[in-house]
């Protein structure tokens, strides 16, 4: 995916978008804000408290106003992923507003998240 989205990047000639690939939470650059992070079926590999911190790191990253795109599988369905409630609560917890989550099919997940 992540080839993927360097060559569309490549093709288009943006200029805005940074694509940051490593471990987590070492792969983000110090002292740099950004607009908005996307995380797609990443957040599921760590223990529930890891998620906590890793939701509040996410949020410290942001610029105000910046945003947080997560997908996922319903936690409801795949007991290692969080439920909504938890995914609502994780994310308040570390200041996100605006929390926004939607079942897109039987099993999958979008949730918007902003830093206000």
Not at 39 to 62: C, G, M, N, W
Not at 96 to 116: H, L, M, P, T
């Amino acid at each position: 995916m992540l080839r993927k989205l360097e060559k569309k990047n490549s093709q288009e000639k943006s200029t805005n978008i940074e694509v940051l690939h490593g471990s987590f939470p070492e792969v983000f650059p110090q002292g740099i804000k950004f607009d908005s992070i996307i995380s797609s079926f990443a957040i599921v590999h760590f223990t529930p408290e890891q998620r906590k911190s890793i939701y509040k790191q996410i949020y410290d990253i942001l610029l105000d106003g910046g945003r947080l795109g997560l997908f996922s599988a319903q936690g409801e369905i795949a007991s290692s992923f969080e439920t909504k409630n938890e995914i609502a609560d994780n994310l308040a917890l570390a200041g996100f507003k605006k929390i926004e989550i939607d079942d897109v099919s039987d099993i999958y997940r979008a949730i918007r998240a902003e830093k206000q």
